[in-house]
């Protein structure tokens, strides 16, 4: 059997892996979105606490992720749980970083003249900073969510969802005839899903970004 | 530092509302105003004392640090003051709600602070909205700033801030700031970034907008020159060195610090403190695009003069009609004349008009009032006579000062005097 009589026979568990797949990963993303924005928006004003949370989260990311998934089972069990917790944790870096770096690279002479002109905190931060920063805190959720993509193939290894499933039954079948296949249609899902996804982000940048600010 | 007890300034008129429902300027008052960094031994502003009247332009002027800029963000608190009291309009603001007491007070930043991110009109449109106007209120108060400072409402609308020059950026902040029509406008070197062509405009136009608006205005600079074009003061090392009115500055510095800083050529700076609208202006006979040719030939004929200005259908100069020109010309207006290609408005500075006088290669200069239409003509002539008359009156004034002065320093010698004979004998 090819590569093309397999994908034939095996389009719907396929398509379900990589829906399940993008699901996961989407999730996974708005959850670290909010997450690493907050931890951002929370800690950027201080100098050790950013670094801190910028420490933190860089930390969590040298944890192999098979170790990661493994590590969580005993605690959250098989299945969603350990995927959606490991893929949260690790999402995190880039977008706590690009917050920090993006809201502290806001114009100090900017935030002056809103506070001159009489915006309390709060809008300030909702109507200034982070309109102001969110080009790169966007190029953090994008950075984030291409990581993901290839991390999320491990959460197979915890019965979780997606496109890791096929890799690993190809892995587990070594030798038999339609193995390679396997790994190969799993990967290149992995690869497609990651370029559609890239491809959203743009057309969210062109939609999210003011044009006062777009380069 | 010696604070001088005159502080009429060159904008101080009776104020009557000029619009019924705009606010006019309110009264400040700064009293031991102070700030002290912790871990420094001077205090950065010392003991501030200062009475600002309802529609003045105060100029805080001095050399870099020496605390004016400081002064001015603690009446809006964006600085808070060590210790001392900030009264605006007699109500002290010391220790009420920052935001509540910046949306009152106007602010104006150097290189303008708007936000790149929204357009002129929203950038406008801030602080009214956050203030809680209508949404048909905003819009038309939107047209409206544009409008009065200069800027077609139709075509800046709905432009990015980085899609305008710096002179126009520098309009549409002082159109945020004045957007939500505060008594009070404070300027925190509001022309320091942009070309000198351009300053002298937004000067200009800053001086017609408090001619209609009455606004309380504090502006810092470190541009002497700019400080005597539009006010009134002086300090040095967080003292007033001199609170006086420009004039008195310049031909009557209180101390060496002040004549320092004032620098050499105070008499062409003095033409800086006279405008045109002051002087009298002469007038040429004018005759509009619209007249036929007869009436403007019989017009040159009945003129004792040689030359008649024309305007064109918004009464704007357009060009200077010689004798004969027209017969060169063959009668056709398009070719005849010489175009006019400088003008002054009422509200140039003698200086600037004496500029346009010395190049232009007939020695005068029409002045243009609001939109641009013709008011009058100023020459040589004119502009001697009233330097002449404005110098002799400027060394009386300083002779009396002086006078004074030296009455005050004697009676205060005399009084130490006595008090180191008090204590010898004690």
Same mark, same amino acid.
């Given at each position: ?55 933190? +989260?860089? @930390?969590? !990311? #040298?944890?192999?992720? %098979?170790?990661? $998934?493994?590590?969580?089972?005993? /605690?959250?069990?098989? *299945? &969603?749980?350990? +995927?959606? @917790?490991? !893929? #949260?944790?690790?999402? %995190?870096?880039? $977008?706590?970083?690009?917050?920090? /770096?993006?809201?502290? *690279? &806001?114009?100090? +002479? ?106 | ?426």
């Amino acid at each position: 059997m090819n590569f093309w009589d397999y994908l034939g026979s095996r389009h719907q568990q396929l398509l379900t892996d990589a829906y399940q797949h993008a699901s996961a990963v989407f999730q996974c993303m708005v959850v670290a979105t909010a997450i690493g924005v907050l931890i951002g928006v929370v800690t950027y004003r201080s100098e050790w606490a950013g670094n801190l949370a910028t420490t933190a +989260t860089s @930390t969590i !990311l #040298t944890i192999p992720s %098979l170790a990661m $998934i493994g590590l969580l089972i005993p /605690v959250v069990g098989l *299945g &969603v749980a350990p +995927t959606v @917790t490991a !893929l #949260t944790l690790y999402g %995190l870096l880039p $977008i706590v970083r690009n917050s920090i /770096v993006g809201l502290r *690279g &806001v114009d100090p +002479t900017l935030v002056d003249a809103a506070k001159g002109i009489g915006m309390s905190r709060v809008h300030r931060l909702v109507r200034i900073e982070l309109p102001l920063a969110w080009p790169p805190i966007l190029t953090g959720i994008r950075v984030s969510t291409q990581m993901l993509m290839g991390i999320a193939a491990i959460a197979a290894y915890a019965s979780g969802p997606g496109l890791g499933n096929e890799i690993f039954r190809g892995i587990a079948s070594l030798g038999s005839k339609n193995a390679l296949n396997q790994v190969l249609a799993g990967t290149l899902g992995i690869i497609v899903l990651a370029l559609l996804f890239d491809a959203a982000y743009v057309l969210i940048g062109r939609l999210t970004i003011p044009r006062g600010i777009r380069v | 530092m010696s604070e001088t007890s005159e502080t009429s300034t060159a904008t101080a008129a009776p104020q009557q509302a000029p619009a019924p429902r705009a606010t006019t300027g309110a009264t400040i008052e700064l009293e031991n105003l102070t700030k002290r960094y912790p871990g420094s031994g001077e205090p950065a502003v010392d003991s501030v004392n200062m009475e600002i009247k309802a529609g003045e332009i105060v100029i805080f002027v001095g050399p870099s640090g020496c605390g004016k800029s400081t002064t001015l963000k603690m009446i809006n608190r964006l600085i808070e003051p060590t210790s001392g009291r900030i009264r605006i309009n007699g109500e002290d603001v010391t220790d009420i709600d920052p935001v509540r007491l910046r949306r009152k007070v106007g602010y104006a930043i150097q290189s303008s602070g708007l936000f790149p991110h929204m357009t002129v009109a929203q950038n406008i449109a801030l602080v009214p909205k956050m203030t809680g106007w209508g949404k048909q209120k905003i819009k038309s108060r939107v047209e409206e700033m544009l409008d009065l400072v200069g800027l077609d409402p139709g075509e800046f609308h709905g432009r990015y801030p980085r899609q305008l020059s710096g002179g126009q950026q520098q309009r549409v902040g002082v159109a945020r700031a004045l957007a939500a029509d505060p008594p009070v406008l404070l300027m925190d070197e509001p022309f320091g970034a942009v070309d000198p062509i351009t300053r002298d405009h937004l000067q200009d136009e800053l001086i017609r907008l408090q001619h209609e608006l009455h606004k309380t205005i504090v502006f810092v600079t470190h541009d002497f020159d700019e400080a005597i074009k539009l006010g009134d003061v002086l300090r040095e090392r967080s003292h007033i060195a001199q609170f006086d009115t420009p004039e008195a500055i310049l031909t009557n510095p209180a101390d060496d610090f002040v004549s320092g800083f004032v620098g050499a050529g105070a008499a062409l700076k003095r033409l800086n403190l006279t405008r045109v609208r002051d002087v009298e202006m002469a007038d040429v006979p004018t005759v509009t695009v619209d007249d036929p040719l007869q009436t403007i030939f019989e017009k040159l004929r009945a003129s004792g003069t040689n030359e008649l200005l024309l305007l064109d259908k918004r009464r704007r100069p357009y060009k200077w009609l010689r004798r004969g020109d027209l017969m060169r010309a063959k009668g056709s207006l398009a070719r005849a004349g010489t175009l006019v290609h400088d003008t002054v408005t009422r509200d140039a500075t003698l200086r600037d008009a004496l500029e346009a006088v010395l190049t232009d290669n007939a020695g005068r200069v029409a002045v243009t009032g609001r939109r641009g239409e013709y008011t009058g003509v100023v020459d040589m002539e004119t502009l001697m006579n009233s330097v002449h008359e404005m110098l002799e009156a400027d060394r009386l004034d300083a002779m009396e000062h002086q006078h004074e002065l030296e009455e005050q320093r004697a009676q205060l010698t005399h009084q130490e005097q006595e008090g180191h004979g008090g204590e010898a004998k004690a």
